[in-house]
C-alpha cells in the first residue's frame, strides 16, 4: 500500500527559493527550520522511502501580515507541475486581501489545487472573522477541503485560544457543507478535537505535530495517552488523515510512527491512503 502525505511545506525545496528567495528567510525564523535547502528531487526520493506515493504542497499567504508568500500558490504550481503524479496543490489567501477570490479562482480552476491552506496565526487572522466566510462559501462551492492550523502555535502577540477546536466548532455548524480539517489534531486540545470529528461530519483530522517529542513519542501520545484507540478504531478511522509537517519532521519516521501504533490495520490504511483518497477526490 502507498501511502498520502497532506502536510508539507515546499519552504526548503531550492526550485521554490530560486523563485522566491525569501522563503529561505521564512524556514529560518516563521518555522524555525534550520535545515539547508534541497532539490525536488529530493523530497521525491524521500516520499519513495517512506512509501508515499502523493504528497500535498502547502501554499502560505502571509503578504498582509509579513509581507511575503511561504510560498505563493504560483510557486507551489510550478512544482507541482514538476511531478504531477506525485504532487498535489493547496492554496492559501488571506480574506483581507482585496484580490483573494480571484487567486483562488486561478488555483482551483486553472491550477488544479486540490484544496485550501488557512494557517490563522501566521497570516494574522481570526478563523471566525466574518471575512473568512467567503474563503469557506468558496470551499463550498469549489468542493475542496480547508486544512485549518488548529491548537498550539509559537506565534507571538497570536492567542491559541483562538485556534482552540471548541471555538472552531462554530465553523463546522455554520457551514455543514464544508470540508474542514484541523491541522495537528488541535494539540493540545485533542480530545476536543475528536469530539468534533466523532459530532460532525464534515470535520476531519491530521496527523502532523512538532509539539510533543520524536514522531513516535507524538503518535502514541494522540493515539494512544490523551485518548483510547478504541475510539479511532471504533468511531473515526474514517476522519483521520496522515500529514507529517515536512522539513520540520522527516517523512518516513512520522509514517513508521503510526504504522507501529497499536490501532487496527484497517484504521492505518484508512488514516495512511484511503481517507485522504476520498477527501481530496484523487483517484485510486
Not at 107 to 133: C, N, S, T, V, W
Not at 195 to 224: C, D, W
Amino acid at each position: 500500500m502507498k501511502y498520502i502525505d497532506v502536510h508539507v511545506h515546499p519552504v526548503l525545496i531550492q526550485e521554490a527559493l530560486d523563485v522566491e528567495p525569501r522563503l529561505l528567510e521564512a524556514a529560518r525564523k516563521v518555522f524555525n527550520i534550520g535545515t539547508a535547502p534541497q532539490p525536488l528531487s529530493i523530497l521525491l526520493k524521500l516520499m519513495d522511502n517512506a512509501g508515499v506515493e502523493k504528497a500535498v504542497l502547502l501554499a502560505l499567504d502571509a503578504k498582509v501580515s509579513k509581507g511575503y508568500t511561504i510560498p505563493s500558490n504560483t510557486t507551489v504550481y510550478k512544482l507541482v507541475k514538476k511531478a504531477e503524479e506525485r504532487l498535489v496543490g493547496f492554496a492559501s489567501v488571506n480574506p483581507k486581501d482585496s484580490e483573494a477570490l480571484k487567486e483562488l479562482k486561478t488555483a482551483i480552476e486553472d491550477y488544479g489545487f486540490k484544496g485550501i491552506k488557512i494557517h490563522p496565526p501566521i497570516q494574522g487572522i481570526d478563523p471566525l472573522d466574518r471575512d473568512m466566510y467567503k474563503i469557506y462559501e468558496r470551499a463550498i462551492e469549489y468542493d475542496v477541503p480547508i486544512l485549518l492550523h488548529s491548537g498550539f502555535t509559537w506565534v507571538y502577540g497570536y492567542s491559541i485560544d483562538t485556534c482552540n477546536p471548541v471555538r472552531l466548532e462554530k465553523i463546522a455548524i455554520h457551514f455543514p457543507e464544508l470540508k474542514l480539517i484541523l491541522g495537528h489534531m488541535g494539540w493540545p486540545w485533542v480530545r476536543e478535537a475528536v469530539a468534533l470529528a466523532m459530532k460532525y461530519p464534515n470535520v476531519f483530522l491530521e496527523t502532523s505535530n512538532v509539539y510533543t517529542g520524536t514522531p513516535e513519542e507524538h503518535m502514541r501520545h494522540i493515539f494512544q495517552e490523551c485518548m483510547p484507540k478504541r475510539l479511532f478504531d471504533r468511531f473515526i478511522r474514517e476522519k483521520v488523515i496522515f500529514g507529517s509537517d515536512y522539513p520540520r519532521i522527516e517523512i518516513d519516521k512520522m509514517v513508521g510512527a503510526l504504522k507501529d501504533l497499536d490501532l487496527e490495520d484497517m484504521t492505518k490504511e484508512k488514516i495512511l491512503r484511503e481517507n485522504a483518497l476520498n477527501i481530496l477526490k484523487l483517484s485510486k
